[in-house]
């Protein structure tokens, strides 16, 4: 999303970068989101849901906000998709406000705040690849784990309100440990 943010948007939307103690409890969580959306999207051609991003990663902190990733044929079918998904309480974010063509994004709302995050990817993009190899890499080095706690703790509070600066400096990190990072 871009920085500009018109005073009508919603709540969530502008909610400023926390990041929270890691909590066991995310990685179930996480599973049994997985589950309802593999449910909600099977008819579209959604078969593969995976649970991504920090929340993924046992003893990462992170902002308390999974995120998942979908595989769908393509996009033939989004608006039918994006209504299935509002009534489950999933709020599309159009393409040219995301800023990301490889996905189709959504956010999950409870309460006014951000539950979940959904990347619908087609299928063939790469990055479902990229997403699923970092979070694997992680997983298996907690050496990484320890360092990426610590720039993420020292970027949200330099860029507390400004999520997608936090985002973007991640960016060298995260390079890295695609480059070098070897999933056993």
């Known amino acids: 999303m871009t920085n500009e943010q018109p005073n009508d ?27 309802r959306l593999r449910e909600l ?4 051609g959604v078969s593969e849901v995976e649970h991504i991003g920090s929340t993924s990663i046992p003893g990462l902190p992170a902002k308390p906000i999974l995120d ?10 989004l608006e039918v998709v994006i209504q299935h998904l509002s009534e489950e309480d999933w709020h599309y974010v159009p393409a040219e406000l995301d800023g990301h063509e490889w996905r189709r994004f959504f956010v999950k709302v409870e309460n006014d705040r951000r539950k979940c995050h959904l990347h619908l990817i087609q299928e063939h993009e790469e990055r479902w690849h990229v997403q ?3 979070r694997d890499v992680l997983r298996q080095r907690p050496d990484l784990v320890g360092e990426y706690a610590q720039l993420k703790m020292e ?3 330099r860029y507390r ?12 990190f995260i390079g890295r440990v695609l480059a070098d990072g070897e999933v056993m």
């Open 9 to 35: 948007w919603p709540v969530w939307a502008t909610e400023s970068v926390e990041i929270k103690s890691a909590d066991p409890a995310w990685v179930e969580k996480g599973k049994a989101e997985a589950a």
């Open 41 to 44: 999207l099977a008819s579209y």
């Open 68 to 77: 998942l990733m979908a595989q769908i044929p393509s996009y033939a079918q």
């Open 132 to 134: 699923l190899r970092f």
């Open 155 to 157: 970027l949200a509070e």
């Open 161 to 172: 309100d400004d999520r997608e600066a936090y985002t973007q400096a991640k960016s060298v």
